[in-house]
């Protein structure tokens, strides 16, 4: 016990960084070994059996009918909506709010996003703002469940139902993730997830899947994922190259079995920072992430909101005091210089707008202990004091 104090001592003024993939690879290096070897002596890359075991321990895990690997969670996005056939002349209403692919996976087919604007509290899809966004044009519907707990879903899928439209979950942020009682991915006609390395769920490089039960689409999505070969090279429609890979498989894999357990320390992370920032007196100064009560959050980001126009500089002390820090996101998507010809215009959303403006998100990495997020909260104060958001503090609570 004593050696562990003693080791952990030069920890306390290191760096805290807001994601350590190398600690998480530390606790599953042969595990990992192990999978990648078996790849490299099978030699088969693309797709095959690898592929089809880990497809079938996402569709068990997230309780669907069907799971079909692609490349990357963009391209999930861009594959189930040219499952739907969604093109030129249709709209796809989404929120601005959320990584870019949200909407770039719209243009890309031609049809056009309508932003709904988010709910302050969840960073979530409004629902009367999706109602709302509905027009003759309205094709499809993609809700994102953002940081790691989902958009309310019953709401938009009574909208959707009414309107006949299908609804894709941008759960990219959110394996795992629950809403009352089922998991994100089986709560819309399909589910979108990512595998890059900073998910919940990250793999060795990009990839991704959509989950769904609804067999026609699950198997327009496998031909459409290799550029629509219906089989012996005939093509019945034009289609992408975007598979996940074996190698990519084999570490989800693997991964896969140790999720849940890295979700609950993220968790619990989340309950400590709760905890910590109640215990410093600025859980009132700052907006901590909330959990509805039909949801599980797991935290793919420990978002906070700071007020009074002073998160940029909340962030560069915190990022000078060497703790880990980003916005997610600084420029929400109807803003988007790429997106200039929508034709939306700053004010128009606005608590999407304020959301970028303000909000940080901190470490929650599972592996990143009691000690340094006492840093994180200390540091925290010490930074809303110096921009004058709370009062100086004379003693400090760490124990000596
Ligand atoms: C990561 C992410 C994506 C895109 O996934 P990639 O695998 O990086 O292509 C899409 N939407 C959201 C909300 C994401 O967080």
Redesign the pocket.
């Known amino acids: 016990m004593t050696q562990i104090l003693s080791l952990s001592r030069p920890q306390e003024t290191a760096p805290v960084p807001l994601i350590d993939l190398v600690a998480q690879y530390q606790t599953i290096r042969d595990e990992i070994q192990e999978a990648v070897q078996r790849v490299f002596e099978r030699q088969a890359f693309v797709l095959g059996e690898e592929v089809d075991t880990f497809e079938k321990e996402i569709a068990e895990y997230c309780d669907s009918r069907h799971a079909i690997g692609c490349a990357?969670?963009?391209?999930?996005?861009v594959l189930s909506l040219m499952a739907l056939g969604v093109g030129p002349g249709d709209e796809v209403i989404t929120s601005p709010y959320?990584?870019f692919?949200?909407a770039s996976c719209i243009v890309r087919l031609g049809a056009r996003p309508v932003f709904a604007d988010i709910d302050p509290v969840s960073y979530n899809l409004n629902p009367q703002a999706v109602e709302a966004a509905l027009t003759r044009r309205t094709r499809a519907i993609i809700p994102?469940?953002?940081y790691g707990q989902c958009a309310d879903m019953d709401p938009i899928w009574r909208t959707a139902v009414k309107h006949q439209l299908p609804v894709i979950e941008?759960a990219?942020?959110a394996i795992g993730s629950v809403y009352r009682g089922r998991k994100a991915g089986v709560l819309g006609t399909m589910g979108?997830f990512?595998?890059?390395p900073t998910?919940n769920l990250g793999g060795a490089g990009?990839?991704?899947l959509i989950t769904t039960d609804d067999r026609d689409l699950a198997s327009r999505l496998k031909r459409l994922r290799v550029h629509g070969d219906f089989g012996g090279y005939n093509h019945i429609e034009v289609g992408l190259n975007s598979r996940l890979d074996a190698l990519q498989a084999a570490v989800l894999s693997v991964k896969l079995k140790h999720l849940d357990t890295w979700s609950a320390a993220r968790r619990a992370n989340a309950d400590r920072y709760h905890q910590l920032m109640q215990e410093q007196g600025i859980d009132g100064v700052v907006e901590l992430p909330s959990q509805g009560p039909e949801q599980h959050h797991i935290y793919?980001q420990f978002v906070i909101r700071v007020p009074g126009g002073k998160r940029d500089e909340v962030l560069n002390g915190l990022k000078k005091q060497g703790i880990g820090c980003a916005i997610y996101y600084p420029k929400p998507l109807h803003l988007q210089e790429c997106f200039s010809s929508l034709r939306y215009q700053a004010g128009e959303l606005p608590e999407s707008e304020r959301a970028a403006n303000e909000t940080i998100a901190l470490p929650i990495f599972a592996e990143l202990g009691a000690d340094r997020q006492e840093r994180v909260v200390s540091t925290l104060r010490n930074v809303l004091a110096d921009v004058g958001l709370i009062q100086p503090q004379k003693s400090i609570r760490r124990a000596a």
């Open positions: 990357s969670g963009t391209d999930a996005l959320s990584f692919a949200t994102v469940h953002l941008d990219c942020q979108c990512s595998f890059f998910k990009d990839g991704g793919n």
